[in-house]
Nanobody
Framework: QVQVVESGGGLVQAGGSLRLSCAASGRARATSSYVMGWFRQAPGKEREFVSKLSRSGGSTAYADSVKGRFTISRDNAKNTVYLQMNSLKPEDTAVYYC??????????????????WGQGTQVTVSS
């Protein structure tokens, strides 16, 4: 059994910052063994891609809506992946999900290409 656990969500004013954390546990190999991704889902909307990170940490990708404001990174010593979110906007309000994939980085895109998911953490940005 592999568990992916997110933390760090909360309520913040527009323009503020939050940092989400994600760790794999249980029978999981080290987080560095997976391509890691962040998705979000707002009420009444489909789950959308936010960012992904290669195993080495050398390759990243971002949705256009967050590019320049969000940064994905990993700390292999802590077995943790982070999503630093700056200049937050009310439209960033959503449940944020961390996911891990055993596929190759270039094969990972849609939610179905991820093998393990966290339970989600709520991010609310007030105007």
């Amino acid at each position: 059994q592999v568990q992916v656990v997110e933390s760090g969500g909360g309520l913040v004013q527009a323009g503020g910052s939050l940092r989400l954390s994600c760790a794999a546990s249980g029978r999981a190999r080290a987080t560095s063994s997976y391509v890691m991704g962040w998705f979000r889902q707002a009420p009444g909307k489909e789950r959308e891609f936010v960012s992904k990170l290669s195993r080495s940490g050398g390759s990243t990708a971002y949705a256009d809506s967050v590019k320049g404001r969000f940064t994905i990174s990993r700390d292999n010593a802590k077995n943790t992946v982070y999503l630093q979110m700056n200049s937050l906007k009310p439209e960033d309000t959503a449940v944020y999900y961390c996911a891990a994939s055993t596929r190759l980085y270039y094969q990972v895109s849609e939610p179905s290409s991820y093998d393990y998911w966290g339970q989600g953490t709520q991010v609310t940005v007030s105007s």
